[in-house]
């Protein structure tokens, strides 16, 4: 695939456009309890080197036996990346010196891979959409890490990751701007969420990103990239391409050539760097590990794991547009999130979808973001929130009393319908008590009341008027329909 770019996207130098062209590797840790090869746990925040087995720290004699939970994982992020599962793939051994790895290889996949080729359909804001080529996944080892906080003249290692089972899942160069390749990876970190195959934290590093970026004058063949090493936000994403597509377009401007390299971004700074030439593949003297027979699978195992896959946000959207009627921004908005899905779904459970879309994106998902709550941690519960819009349905609550209701719950907790009796909630819809508010306003508003036939926006007054006497607990149709009979209208 080698898709130009839209003409918004292309970027303006000194002398005429160009465009950039980006791929990407990402490293995801696979969510399993043990390592690859390993019986050593793989949880967060332990005490350095306590989750490290003799094989994690490379005794002598000890071999490896490959984890088919992590296995199961790498064949399930396939299925929902729609890619091919290759029944056989190979382990090599890509030899290389960093204090970290005290094997002196990585255990990794390279010319067999367990997944092939596969594709993720991106949704931008404004309505467009990217279909992204994988090329390909494969699992392979995490190595330790150094610290060099501890000691004045010494680094310590850490070999608690030494082991951890990754995923690299390498896309094609299929984005067009730095836009394209953070939604890339949103959608990329959505779906291995609903998958469960990796938590997707880039702050605890458990995905990273190695970003690939060149530049072109439109239609003209590939440039030269850089590869810039393990960004960990996607904002650094967007920032690391925009700098780098610049000090390229910069570079070429002025006559010079693009080096392949590997590069560093510098959150702090905003700019990347060059860190080392880049290094080719017969750098590592790749060999199949010898220690690993070739990991073979049979067609019911694959199919086994595919009839267990859960619903992927791809389908949700389409089944929440289609089904329940929702706005495409709505199902985009409500699907991102696995748990933000689950929430939506359970309010909407029994009860219009719209309202309940609605009521979760304002009302629910405004307040949680300004108060940096996630929704796993919402303070008002799916069975409350449903509560609030069925008090509201029955017409037993206002509108205006449900964001009070909502209010009350979000500070104080408990049961919306309890409240509503104790603290005489209720929306009066006792014609006579409403008729006698109406009759007392209009009485003591005759001018107003004089040009409510020529001012439609005269009984709009009158309505906030009755409303605000009321408490806002009279149903506010029938305060309408009286008026308008008052009024003549
Ligand atoms: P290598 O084997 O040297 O790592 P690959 O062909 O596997 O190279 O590509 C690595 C990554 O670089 C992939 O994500 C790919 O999409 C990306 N890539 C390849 N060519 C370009 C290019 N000209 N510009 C930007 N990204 C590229
Ligand atoms: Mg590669």
Redesign the pocket.
């Known amino acids: 695939m080698n898709a130009h770019a839209k003409p918004s996207k292309l970027i303006k130098g000194a002398d005429g456009d160009w465009e950039v062209?980006?791929?990407?590797?990402i490293h995801a840790q696979v969510t399993s309890r043990s390592k690859l090869f390993s019986g050593a746990s793989t949880a967060f925040g332990g005490a350095p080197n306590s989750h490290v087995s003799l094989v994690d720290a490379a005794m002598p004699g000890m071999l490896p036996v490959i984890n088919e939970e992590c296995v199961r994982q790498a064949v399930r992020t396939g299925l929902g990346l729609k890619a091919a599962i290759n029944l056989k793939s190979v382990f090599d051994r890509k030899n290389y010196f960093y204090p970290d790895l005290p094997q002196g290889y990585q255990i990794s996949q390279y010319k067999s891979p367990i997944v092939g080729e596969g594709k993720v359909v991106v949704d931008l804001p404004d309505g467009e959409s990217v279909t992204v080529g994988i090329?390909r996944v494969h699992l392979e080892q995490d190595a330790g890490k150094l610290l060099h906080d501890q000691h004045p003249t010494m680094s310590y290692v850490d070999l608690n990751r030494s082991g951890v089972a990754l995923m690299e899942i390498?896309?094609?160069?299929?984005l067009r701007s730095a836009e394209d390749a953070k939604a890339f990876v949103s959608k990329l970190r959505s779906i291995l969420r609903y998958l469960g195959t990796c938590d997707g934290d880039m702050e605890k590093g458990s995905l990273r990103a190695?970003v690939?970026?060149?530049v072109?004058r439109p239609g003209a063949p590939?440039?030269?990239?850089c590869?810039i090493k393990n960004v960990n936000s996607i904002r650094f994403i967007g920032q690391a391409i925009d700098y780098e597509s610049r000090r390229q377009i910069e570079t070429l401007e002025e006559g010079g050539t693009i080096e392949q390299e590997t590069r560093l971004f510098d959150p702090n700074k905003g700019e990347t760097r060059s860190m080392r030439s880049?290094e080719?593949?017969h750098d590592y003297r790749y060999f199949p590990d010898p220690d690993l027979l070739p990991l073979e699978l049979t067609q019911d195992f694959v199919d086994e794991l595919k009839k267990g896959l859960p619903e992927l946000p791809d389908q949700k959207k389409a089944r929440l547009i289609a089904d329940m009627g929702l706005s495409a921004y709505d199902a985009d908005v409500l699907v991102a999130e696995r748990e933000t899905a689950d929430f939506f779904e359970a309010v909407a459970r029994g009860r219009d979808p719209k309202i309940a879309a609605n009521w979760v994106i304002n009302e629910l998902a405004g307040r949680l973001n300004r108060e940096g709550h996630s929704i796993a941690d919402s303070p008002v519960s799916a069975g409350q929130l449903g509560a609030i819009l069925d008090l509201m349905g029955e017409g037993t609550i206002s509108g205006k009393i449900a964001k009070d209701l909502f209010e009350i719950v979000w500070t104080e907790g408990g049961d919306p319908r309890a409240i509503v009796e104790q603290r005489g909630m209720k929306q009066v819809t006792d014609l006579g008590a409403i008729a006698a508010v109406v009759d007392g306003i209009v009485a003591a508003n005759p001018d107003k009341a004089a040009q409510a036939k020529e001012k439609p926006a005269v009984l709009g007054w009158f309505v906030g008027q009755v409303m605000k006497s009321s408490g806002g607990k009279a149903n506010p149709k029938a305060v309408n329909d009286l008026l308008k009979q008052k009024l003549g209208l």
Do not use: C, H, W
């Open positions: 062209v980006i791929g990407m590797e090329e390498v896309s094609r160069p299929d190695d690939n970026v060149s072109r590939f440039g030269t990239r590869e880049k080719e593949a």
